[in-house]
């Protein structure tokens, strides 16, 4: 056998099983394509029922980077001025004692203007687009104190980038909460790294193309492996990040051809649709039939029109994975 | 190209739009905004074909070939560069003038070496011949193939790609096996011809090749866009596990190593100010990573990583090669 476990899905998800199966001793292999739902995120994290070694898989995971260094409900910004729960703070998370929003021209991540009508407590200000000297410099001549700014940095730039700005401009700084942009990339980043560390071996840019009993497809390039598994975790996402598809009119599991739900509409914005969104597959205590397992948004209830978070998410898997470990 | 969900996940991939944007608009813009209205831009030749806007499109949309299938709208190209390596495949065959080389014409692996080989810029065929042997291959170069026709096909130069198919066919066909260099080979002959080739590294993943102990070096190693996403990530694990094998080997792990060199796709040749700036901004990170040598497998990449003369930068068989016992 190639591995114990082959799990299909690289976000918050499929990485939390990864980590923890792969920590039990497991050989896990984790195939992992395209943008997860978890890099399109805010990239924030708020705990909703509690589970201590979750919280510190998650402190680990963030370490190196300068990310969830500490614990702290606190309410942050949003690029459109409203407010945002989060539980993990990284060095500039807390925005909410922010007076002025910074835009850069031409960075569509944040718009100071609309953050300042909506909060009436923020001054805005519109910076030039430069390299990190040139935008201290900008930065220094607004008056405030702790400015909010968007997201600049990815995961290997931002401690020191951040640290470097605040140093230089003389500002604390802080950053808005923005989906799809970098502070969700660097979420799955250290996430991903998480569970390479752990072990697992990880398949990016790679595709589970199809499944027979007790092997799967592999499509890498051009070219096509086989790998053998003593168990498939199906922790693809829900529609948008492809663990889900939209097939006609049936919602359906794209590898195994798991129907979900039947969509009566085509249109984008109907009930119906909000409701295969919302559905996922069954997977009765984690099991979705024999020797495969689901978890994370393809699982029913679990997907974000239902409210469900990230950490919603990686406590499904967290707990998934256990049952995973105990079965095999 | 309906798909398109505004994502822009593609617009934060793109090195061209994180670095050009005076220039380059981005790949939703060329690829799903502009045909939509069946429109052309000169635009489209900014783009290294690096594939990264595809690999993180939750859409899986074919970008790539949207713009390449743009700039055959707009063939023949107009910027200087792209007509030169235009005129000299009407010429000579090849995209780089090719140059003498001593290789044996018959055997039983056939070694496609590739314009950027046969010019001797990087990946000189006596030394991948020498690796193959090393290898247990018989290799052979057969005197009459000609360029493969990628770089062409970047440029939109359909009928001229035919022409040098034809003219490479039969040779390929005949081979017991064929093995390329040049990840731009590779994933055309597979593709393209319907001729199964293997990249020298998957070729070399089963082989048993003894290394010297050379001298300590820390390696960057560089992933061609053309290989690891194009023939597949699969190749640059293999490439790994080989220079790990290496005594006095240490491959660094920087985080930047995905990102393209800015050369391919034929930007080399028509923004080659352009190709340089991306390349230095790679060799700078290279650099601060505290790397002594940028390894690249793809003789390509390595041809533009060495123009900024920060580090040296070598195609990685000529590397192999160079400390085999």
Same mark, same amino acid.
Not at chain 1, 73 to 100: C, H, I, M, P
């Given at each position: +056998? ?10 918050? $998800? *499929? ?34 029922? &509690? ?110 980038? +951040? ?40 398949? &990016? ?15 890498? #390039? ?8 003593? $168990? ?9 990040? #492809?663990?889900?598809? @939209? ?62 978070? @990230? ?18 | 190209?309906? #798909? ?15 670095? @050009?944007?005076?220039?380059?608009? *981005? ?69 780089? &003038? ?27 065929? &006596? ?188 195609? +990685? ?9």
């Amino acid at each position: +056998m190639d591995c114990d476990v082959l799990v299909v899905g690289g976000g918050a $998800a *499929g990485c939390t099983m990864s980590y923890r199966l792969s920590k039990a001793g497991m050989n896990v292999a984790l195939v992992t394509s395209g943008t997860p739902a978890t890099a399109m995120s805010c990239g924030r994290i708020k705990v909703t029922e &509690e589970n201590k070694e979750l919280r510190q898989f998650i402190r680990q995971a963030g370490e190196k980077y300068g990310l969830f260094t500490e614990e702290r409900e606190v309410q942050a910004y949003t690029n459109k001025g409203t407010l945002y729960s989060q539980s993990f703070l990284s060095d500039y998370d807390d925005s909410s004692q922010a007076r002025a929003a910074a835009g850069i021209e031409g960075n569509k991540d944040f718009n100071p203007d609309l953050a300042a009508r909506i909060t009436g407590r923020l001054t805005p200000y519109w910076i030039r687009q430069a390299d990190l000297d040139e935008t201290a410099e900008s930065l220094k001549e607004i008056p405030e104190e702790m400015i909010i700014i968007p997201p600049l940095f990815d995961i290997r730039h931002y401690r020191s980038s +951040m640290k470097k700005l605040e140093e230089q401009s003389g500002r604390k700084l802080r950053e808005a909460v923005t989906p799809l942009s970098l502070p969700g990339k660097r979420l799955h980043e250290c996430l991903i790294q998480a569970a390479k560390a752990a072990g697992t071996r990880v398949l &990016e840019g790679r595709k589970v193309t199809d499944i027979t009993a007790q092997s799967a497809l592999i499509q890498s #390039g051009i070219r096509e492996q086989e790998m053998t598994y003593g $168990a498939l975790v199906l922790a693809g996402g829900n529609l948008i990040s #492809g663990g889900l598809v @939209l097939d006609g009119n049936m919602v359906r599991e794209p590898l195994l051809g798991i129907n979900v739900t039947e969509v009566a509409s085509t249109r984008l914005r109907s009930a119906e649709l909000t409701e295969a969104l919302s559905s996922g597959i069954c997977a009765h205590g984690c099991r979705a039939a024999a020797g495969v397992y689901a978890c994370g948004s393809i699982v029913a209830g679990m997907s974000y029109p239902l409210n469900k978070g @990230l950490w919603d998410v990686m406590l499904n898997a967290w707990n998934a994975a256990e049952k995973v470990r105990d079965a095999l | 190209m309906n #798909g398109c969900i505004k994502c822009g996940e593609c617009l934060t991939a793109c090195h061209a739009y994180r670095h @050009l944007r005076d220039q380059f608009s *981005g790949p939703r813009r060329l690829a799903v905004e502009y045909p939509r209205f069946n429109d052309t831009s000169e635009e489209a030749f900014i783009c290294t074909t690096c594939g990264y806007c595809e690999e993180v499109c939750p859409s899986e949309l074919a970008i790539t070939q949207a713009i390449v299938q743009m700039r055959g709208k707009m063939f023949p190209p107009q910027n200087e560069g792209q007509k030169k390596v235009l005129e000299l495949a009407y010429r000579t065959d090849h995209s780089v &003038e090719p140059k003498e080389y001593s290789a044996p014409e018959k055997g039983k692996t056939l070694l496609f070496p590739g314009c950027v080989g046969k010019g001797r810029l990087a990946g000189r065929p &006596e030394e991948v011949i020498k690796l193959l042997t090393a290898a247990g291959a018989e290799p052979y170069i057969h005197p009459g193939l000609v360029c493969c026709g990628s770089p062409l096909s970047k440029m939109g130069a359909a009928e001229e790609v035919e022409r040098l198919k034809n003219i490479n066919y039969p040779l390929l066909s005949e081979a017991e096996k064929v093995v390329t260099v040049c990840p731009g080979c590779t994933t055309m002959i597979n593709k393209s011809y319907g001729i199964a080739a293997l990249h020298i590294l998957e070729y070399l993943q089963d082989a048993e090749l003894n290394f010297i102990d050379g001298d300590d070096v820390r390696v960057y190693l560089h992933h061609p866009c053309h290989l690891s996403r194009g023939v597949g990530p699969h190749v640059m694990d293999i490439a790994k596990e080989i220079l790990d094998s290496m005594p006095g080997v240490t491959v660094l792990d920087c985080g930047s190593e995905k990102d393209c060199c800015g050369g391919g796709g034929g930007v080399l040749a028509a923004y080659p100010r352009e190709a340089y700036a991306t390349a230095d901004l790679k060799v700078k990170e290279a650099q601060e990573a505290g790397a002594d040598l940028i390894v690249a497998p793809c003789p390509f990449c390595a041809v533009n990583l060495r123009r900024p003369k920060r580090l040296k930068a070598v195609e +990685m068989s000529e590397f192999l090669c160079s400390r085999l016992k």
